[in-house]
């Protein structure tokens, strides 16, 4: 994308990102544009990939998916292959929300979310331990949640 973003798409990139349901007409109510304007913006938007799509946003607490661990993963082996092959591998487990390769003395984090410590336990001995040339890993367990939030 070439073009920066003005005030008007960066005030509904925040208005949809707290309300992706909102109709366009309560949409440009809020950001003080008209229908069509409000509206060429979010196809543009879309067009251009910054907006990616919408979802119901989910509470996993009420789900029973309150226990959530970050694991720093070692891989044995850095190149390209090994880094390719962990990361299609990491994609098939569903209880890894987030897989993030960092620069630091572990080559990736990963956040994982479970119903309990038990079930934690089996998917890091089961799966991720498992994974493409994993070597080591470290779990940190959540304590509370203090900020969690999409953009």
């Known amino acids: 994308m070439d073009k920066t973003l003005d ?3 960066q005030a509904i990139l925040r ?6 349901r909102i109709s366009i007409t309560d949409l440009a109510g809020q950001i003080n544009l008209s229908n069509t304007p409000t509206q060429a913006r979010v196809k543009r938007l879309e067009k251009d990939g910054i907006i990616t799509g919408y979802k119901a946003m989910l509470d996993p607490v009420k789900l029973g998916l309150d226990h959530i661990a970050f694991v720093e993963v070692k891989l044995d ?3 390209e292959a090994a880094l390719s092959a962990f990361n ?3 994609m098939a487990v569903p209880e890894v929300e987030e897989c993030h390769m960092t620069a630091s003395r572990f080559d990736y ?5 479970t119903s309990s410590m038990k079930a934690y336990r089996q998917v890091l001995g089961e799966q991720i331990s498992s994974l493409p040339h994993v070597s080591n890993t470290s779990t940190h367990v959540v304590m509370e949640a203090v900020k969690e939030e999409l953009i």
């Open 77 to 79: 082996d850095t190149r």
């Open 15 to 20: 208005v949809l990102a707290a309300e992706g």
């Open 7 to 9: 005030d008007y798409d």
């Open 109 to 113: 984090i990963l956040k994982v979310r």
């Open 88 to 90: 299609a591998a990491v």
